[in-house]
């Protein structure tokens, strides 16, 4: 099997020769086990969507690669580098940054002193991260001084993907990110990844929205009850009439 074939559970060959790989993984929380012998790559530079029903261990999938999970089995490989028993902190010095579905700004803080926590293992905010975070999020530049609990949910989406950011990672962590928005906010958001993705930052991203999330990325999971199901290319999969059935409504 080559580096690009897939078996119909998903199940991939040659893991160590990507960028990010979890490798027949089980985890979970404590005594709950969440995961069950998950196989999922992604290559540099790549845009890979984690799709699936509510409960299907998409976001145990992506917490596992930043060190928040029990890994019981299998491994979770960065560059070829194990990161099980690592520290968050750890990771994000690796060059992997995470944006959580909830709770992922300081309400009380400012945007300026948001974005100086996301740079917290640097001992100061490094100013070309954040000339790219204001190039990406202008509005974060024009309200960095006000509160992110006064500003909207869209406004505070954009500075939770700014925290991840300011580091310029090589790989960015994205679990649900269109999850509470109003939709006319929902195209825009996905505009601001592909943005991400097109100038070199690796993306592995969590979505509800499966449809369009497979529509723009390079290539899909889904995941069904902690295990692999499908993996394919985006467009592949909006056309498979099992997944359009089961996942897509159609």
């Known amino acids: 099997m080559s580096d690009t074939e897939t078996t119909s559970d998903g199940a991939t060959d040659g893991q160590a020769d990507h960028e990010?790989?979890?490798?027949?993984?089980?985890?979970?929380?404590?005594?709950?086990?969440?995961?069950?012998?998950?196989?999922?790559?992604l290559d540099a530079g790549e845009y890979v969507a984690v799709v699936g029903p509510n409960g299907a261990g998409k976001s145990t999938a992506m917490k596992s690669v930043f060190g928040l999970t029990d890994v019981t089995e299998g491994d979770v490989r960065f560059r070829g580098e194990s990161l099980r028993g690592l520290t968050p902190e750890e990771i994000t010095r690796k060059g992997i940054s995470y944006v959580p579905q909830t709770s992922n700004v300081f309400p009380n803080l400012t945007v300026r002193e948001n974005l100086r926590m996301g740079a917290y293992v640097r001992s100061e905010l490094p100013e070309a991260g954040l000339e790219t975070v204001f190039e990406r999020f202008p509005i974060l530049e024009e309200r960095i001084d006000q509160k992110a609990g006064t500003m909207s949910g869209g406004q505070q989406q954009m500075l939770a993907m700014g925290l991840a950011l300011v580091l310029d990672p090589d790989l960015l962590l994205l679990d649900e990110p269109s999850a509470g928005l109003a939709p006319d906010l929902v195209a825009r958001m996905f505009d601001k990844v592909d943005e991400?993705?097109?100038?070199?930052?690796?993306?592995?991203?969590?979505?509800?929205?499966?449809?369009?999330?497979?529509?723009?990325?390079?290539?899909?999971?889904?995941?069904?009850?902690?295990?692999?199901?499908?993996?394919?290319?985006?467009?592949?999969l909006l056309a498979n009439q099992d997944v359009r059935r089961e996942f897509l409504g159609g």
């Open 20 to 41: 990010l790989a979890l490798v027949d993984l089980d985890a979970g929380y404590g005594d709950l086990q969440v995961l069950h012998g998950v196989d999922l790559t």
């Open 196 to 236: 991400i993705t097109e100038s070199g930052t690796s993306v592995l991203m969590v979505e509800q929205n499966a449809v369009e999330a497979l529509r723009r990325c390079d290539r899909g999971y889904v995941l069904v009850g902690g295990e692999n199901r499908f993996a394919d290319t985006g467009e592949a």
